[in-house]
T-cell receptor
Framework: NAGVTQTPKFRVLKTGQSMTLLCAQDMNHEYMYWYRQDPGMGLRLIHYSVGEGTTAKGEVPDGYNVSRLKKQNFLLGLESAAPSQTSVYFC???????????????FGPGTRLTVL | RKEVEQDPGPFNVPEGATVAFNCTYSNSASQSFFWYRQDCRKEPKLLMSVYSSGNEDGRFTAQLNRASQYISLLIRDSKLSDSATYLCVVGATDSWGKLQFGAGTQVVVTP
């Protein structure tokens, strides 16, 4: 099993350009997440999904959109990139669970994005 | 104020020594607690869950203090391979699905 994979691994964008980050998991997980990690701030949740066809906003959703058309894939889009979106982006997935409890999240290797 | 706070370190630890550090959380509705490990420029990986009664996993011991709202991690007999950043992670019943991550505590084990 590949676990959680992310493409691309690195990307440099100019301000105003758009791009899509792809996350794929082969563990049949219901839940998927997109985080960004910046120095000194820890991981911050951008958007998440509790199942195919559903998405929800996290802590820092502005400037990003997501889609979960297939259970195994979770896409993160930047419509008009800004320098403030320079960060490391991690995707994660986990088993579904009852409300109020949490299962282990499995992370992808990350995408390092620089916006000039 | 951050919901999960950690001492960033670094904690410089001689090989074979014991190191311990805490993490405080502000949401009283928190009920799930974890320690994740993150190596430099890599993805986080679950180290251990933290249970109310405290729990051990080999050389690692985690404790939870609900009254004071902190969790701790103790590493005994430190190995060079324990050098990493340790992330405190908290899940709350009033914000289901949204784990809160601390910024991490860096541990450097030296020969």
């Amino acid at each position: 099993n590949a676990g959680v994979t992310q493409t691309p691994k690195f990307r440099v964008l100019k301000t105003g350009q758009s791009m899509t980050l792809l996350c794929a998991q082969d563990m049949n997980h219901e839940y998927m997440y997109w985080y960004r990690q910046d120095p000194g701030m820890g991981l911050r949740l951008i958007h998440y999904s509790v199942g195919e066809g559903t998405t929800a906003k996290g802590e820092v959703p502005d400037g990003y959109n997501v889609s979960r058309l297939k259970k195994q894939n979770f896409l993160l889009g930047l419509e008009s990139a800004a320098p403030s979106q320079t960060s490391v982006y991690f995707c994660a997935s986990s088993y579904g669970t009852d409300i109020g409890s949490y299962n282990e999240q499995f992370f992808g290797p990350g995408t390092r994005l620089t916006v000039l | 104020r951050k919901e999960v706070e950690q001492d960033p370190g670094p904690f410089n630890v001689p090989e074979g020594a014991t190191v311990a550090f805490n993490c405080t959380y502000s949401n009283s509705a928190s009920q799930s607690f974890f320690w994740y490990r993150q190596d430099c420029r890599k993805e986080p990986k679950l180290l251990m869950s933290v249970y109310s009664s405290g729990n051990e996993d080999g050389r690692f011991t985690a404790q939870l203090n609900r009254a004071s709202q902190y969790i701790s991690l103790l590493i005994r007999d430190s190995k060079l391979s324990d050098s990493a950043t340790y992330l405190c992670v908290v899940g709350a019943t009033d914000s289901w699905g949204k784990l809160q991550f601390g910024a991490g505590t860096q541990v450097v084990v030296t020969p």
